[in-house]
């Protein structure tokens, strides 16, 4: 009896241990993610930005593998500004928020909406550009209203922000497609592919993806753009609770960037003459 005591004394004392481990790593975790980094980052000398390296035009490939986008030059005139270098890493969009908080990355800069869902683990910067979702189809499937998606299949890409408008709003668009579920992708580029091949009939996207997209494809005629009832969204830049610094720094600088002209030079570049919104 004597030994039993004592060995679920010892028990007792390594869970009560392991509580108080477990209770520390998750301290440390809060804490990490409260931290105010700017001056770290200013002394090493670069951030890390978290893209979709295939979001265009905000962040994608060309073909000699060069990053290029909207938003990768505008994250660069940003840091410019304080003398910062970018370090842009790839990352699964569906787990940015959890990069984010693990530190992997430092920023979230790829057409990342700002909803309230997302607030309550990200903080965000000032919006600097309008989105809004749109569906997209080929003409030959005469898709012209979210109510001739009824009963057909749709892509969204896994993450995004048209996947929690979906789940979001179920009347505007899900309840009415194939088994009330979208086929997700990891990146548009693979959904357009099933879009073209009549794997998919409709694709809810970015329309700024979806402009810059089909403007660049030869048989641009082809698709169709339907204007559902979504509400606009507000592109901005994702950031640790505990930047503080750095969000004031990067609206500060977006603030520059409009009123020398430097943001207006950059919607010119990738969007031409199409009326956006900063």
């Not at 909406?113 to 003409?139: D, G, P």
């Not at 993806?209 to 169709?224: M, P, T, V």
Request: charged residues 25%; proline residues 1%; contains cysteine.
């Amino acid at each position: 009896m004597k030994k039993r005591i004592i060995s679920l004394c010892l028990l007792f004392a390594v869970l009560v241990g392991l509580a108080g481990t477990l209770s520390g790593c998750e301290n440390v975790k809060t804490r990490a993610d409260t931290q105010d980094t700017w001056a770290k980052i200013k002394k090493r000398g670069y951030v890390i930005v978290g893209l979709d390296d295939s979001f265009v035009p905000m962040g994608f490939r060309e073909k000699s593998g060069k990053l290029v986008g909207y938003d990768v030059d505008l994250a660069r005139a940003v840091f410019k500004l304080y003398g910062i270098k970018i370090s842009f890493q790839t990352i699964d969009w569906s787990m940015n928020a959890t990069e984010l908080r693990n530190g992997t990355i430092d920023l979230i800069w790829n057409g990342y909406t700002k909803n309230a869902q997302r607030e309550k683990v990200v903080a965000f910067s000032n919006t600097y550009l309008k989105n809004k979702q749109v569906l997209v189809s080929l003409k030959k499937n005469h898709i012209n209203s979210f109510n001739d998606m009824t009963g057909k299949t749709l892509g969204v890409q896994s993450g995004s922000s048209g996947y929690e408008s979906l789940e979001n709003n179920p009347t505007l668009l899900k309840n009415k497609i194939a088994n009330k579920t979208p086929i997700q992708y990891d990146t548009f580029t693979n959904a357009f592919l099933d879009l073209n091949a009549g794997r998919i009939k409709g694709l809810l996207i970015d329309s700024v993806y979806a402009n810059y997209y089909i403007k660049h494809e030869s048989n641009s005629a082809d698709y169709n753009e339907t204007q559902g009832t979504f509400k606009s969204e507000d592109f901005a830049v994702g950031m640790r609770k505990g930047d503080k610094t750095m969000r004031k720094k990067i609206n500060a600088g977006l603030k520059e960037l409009k009123a020398n002209g430097t943001l207006a030079k950059i919607n010119k570049k990738w969007f031409g003459n199409q009326k956006v919104e900063n």
